[in-house]
């Protein structure tokens, strides 16, 4: 399959799961069982083979990317647990340079996190030009976790003034104005959560409790967070409803199933660099002479 027709078909496989005016999502419109017309069993070779396909394109937009040097993009991964983020990342860029691709995982906020503002930690991270970065969480934690935890809101030393019922409110906007910060400065924002039920999550929990090559993957926190279930669905919905930007799109991917979930952040990620009209640099007349004498040189010795 041409490099073209693999980006068409990418469009196709992403545009359905896209969100960029968040105002009427619901999230009970998506199924995390969902799979389009891959059919689960039948269908595991032809799945298999899009994302075969579709991570070496990505290895050759990611290669002009990085040439190019002058866009950077900012993938940001959010899931309840077991939903497949890091296999998703793992899989899906496989192919790229490691040149120019850096993975930053945020987990509970350090001390020194503490005494920052709360996108301060991440902002250091934020991917150079012409490189991908990838946020394994991120600062949609503080919407999401800590709303459903208003324990952890009080270790944050915020003066009490400013925590109040507007809290939540403010944080969607100071993030809204983030990305749109992001945008303008040529980082291309691009957002996933990974939506898988609460029949798969406990399935897969059992699976890692009854695989000793998979016990160290499970804490008993993930078992007790399931208490909390609806009250993250809701956090996640409101996030996506307040933060899908057409400039920062949510991609609500179904979860249930790894190997479609892999394929349409695949499918995502390669529409969004063919978006960019990437390109090697064209060298000038004065640096083809200076490659011609450089040759030139060569040959003689």
Not at 79 to 107: R, T
Not at 166 to 171: K, L, V
Not at 233 to 247: D, G, L, N
Not at 278 to 294: F, H, I, M, N
């Amino acid at each position: 399959m041409k490099t073209k027709e693999i980006i068409n078909r990418a469009r196709e496989l992403a545009k359905p799961f896209r969100v960029s005016k968040g105002k009427d999502f619901r999230l009970k419109d998506v199924d995390p069982d969902d799979t389009l017309e891959f059919t689960k069993e039948a269908d595991k070779p032809r799945a298999k083979e899009a994302l075969i396909t579709g991570v070496a394109a990505l290895a050759e937009l990611q290669d002009k990317l990085y040439a190019q040097d002058k866009w950077a993009v900012l993938l940001i991964f959010q899931a309840m647990d077991a939903a497949g983020k890091d296999g998703a990342i793992k899989h899906v860029m496989s192919g790229v340079n490691p040149q120019g691709c850096e993975v930053y995982s945020f987990k509970s906020p350090s001390s020194e996190d503490l005494d920052h503002d709360y996108l301060w930690r991440c902002m250091k991270c934020l991917p150079n030009r012409g490189h991908i970065g990838i946020f394994n969480r991120s600062y949609y934690e503080e919407v999401l976790v800590v709303r459903v935890h208003p324990e952890f809101l009080a270790k944050q030393k915020l003066p009490p003034k400013l925590v109040g019922k507007q809290i939540w409110e403010d944080r969607f906007e100071d993030i809204r104005n983030f990305e749109q910060y992001l945008a303008r400065n040529g980082v291309v924002v691009r957002k996933f959560f990974l939506h898988v039920s609460k029949k798969e999550q406990k399935r897969r929990f059992l699976d890692r409790i009854d695989d000793p090559l998979k016990n160290w993957k499970f804490s008993s926190n993930d078992a007790a967070e399931r208490d909390f279930w609806d009250d993250y669905m809701e956090a996640y919905e409101e996030m996506i409803q307040e933060t899908a930007t057409k400039h920062a799109p949510w991609y609500v991917v179904p979860a249930d199933n790894k190997r479609f979930t892999r394929v349409v952040v695949a499918s995502a990620v390669i529409e969004t660099l063919a978006s960019l009209d990437l390109a090697y640099p064209q060298v000038d007349d004065s640096k083809l002479k200076e490659l011609s004498a450089a040759k030139k040189k060569l040959l003689s010795n």
